[in-house]
């Protein structure tokens, strides 16, 4: 299995949140992610959660800037 990652960088937030999860497994990202979701962001642990996180999963590590919408590269 190959390394994974999610990037809060990648989505506009009021707090411009700028971590970046990376695991080997789908189950070990997806629950650093939910975590991370309900404790910081305060969502609400769900299956459609859970979902739409494990949804944003991409392959590899996250790189060190990202672009993200309307804004220039960090």
Do not use: W
């Not at 990652?5 to 789908?26: G, H, K, Q, T, W």
């Not at 959660?49 to 494990?54: D, M, T």
Request: glycine share 4%.
């Amino acid at each position: 299995m190959s390394r994974q990652y999610i990037d809060c960088r990648e989505f506009p937030s009021a707090m411009n949140c700028s971590v970046a999860l990376s695991a080997d497994s789908d189950k070990e990202l997806l629950e650093a992610a939910v975590q991370h979701a309900v404790a910081v962001h305060g969502h609400n642990d769900s299956p459609e959660l859970r979902k739409q996180l494990a949804s944003m999963f991409k392959q590899g590590t996250p790189p060190l800037a990202v672009a993200q919408a309307g804004m220039a590269s960090a």
